[in-house]
């Protein structure tokens, strides 16, 4: 029997439904929600990115500011860009795209985000925040799609033998970590664990984060698995978006899977759209 394929489009759609009464709620004050997006070149898994955000935040009411920076631009003007949109009272959430080009300090740049519009979660008073299970910060979009459509198609999580296939702070532990807060027993892979095929064929739940195509093969699967790929990489062969997990061969063997293109994007897209109302909210507040 073939796998469930996983859409994310449904599961944003829900999620937007829960977003339209909060925002009418700010708009009656005369507040509309701002994203404020930077990004630096044209690299495909971004732009990617950037439309589906794009349409879920005008579908929704959410404004936009978009700064599109060479690919060649500078930290400092990168950090200049962030500062004009911290300082911008319309502006309450700031997202740029990762990874930065060679040569950026990652940390640095994640930290001249203003807290309160750090709605992607990357700083590192975000990051300290939702790992101590705090109730202030965002936590990753990617990481919190994850479990957002777990729940949606009714996916069991808790008591779960779970595997994550990347370690980074973008995705792959704060995917971790919300796992462990929904009660899975979570391993976490990487480039040096030894053994992949085993581990991995051991899990009941798969997330692979790792931007990796063919990540893992027909030989790291088997029946019955639920499986999510939150990789998203050109294919200058194909000529299309791939993900992490070889989906041809997946698809005859796991019980489901995500699609790639159509599954995750869109749900941390919407996620993203969330976390901007909820700055709106606390900004609206708080002045």
Known sequence: MPAEILKGAPVAEALSEQLKTRIAALASKGVTPCLGMIRIGEREGDLSYERSASRRCEALGIALRKVVLDAEVTQDELLAAIDAMNRDRSVHGILFFRPLPEGMDPRLVGDAIAPEKDVDGIGSGSMAAVYAGLEHGFFPCTAQAVIEMLRYYALPICGKRAVVVGRSLVTGRPAALLLLREHATVTVCHTRTQDLQRIVSEAE?????????????????????????????????????CGDVD????????????????GIGAVTSTILASHVVE?????TEGR
């Open 205 to 241: 739940l798969v997330v692979t984060a790792t931007g990796c195509i063919n990540t893992l093969t027909e030989e790291h699967l088997r029946p019955g698995q639920i499986v999510i790929d939150i990789g998203l990489t050109y294919d200058e062969k194909r000529g299309r978006l």
């Open 247 to 262: 989906h041809e061969a997946a698809e005859r063997i796991v019980r489901c899977i995500s699609a790639v293109p159509g």
């Open 279 to 283: 700055a709106a909210e606390a900004q």
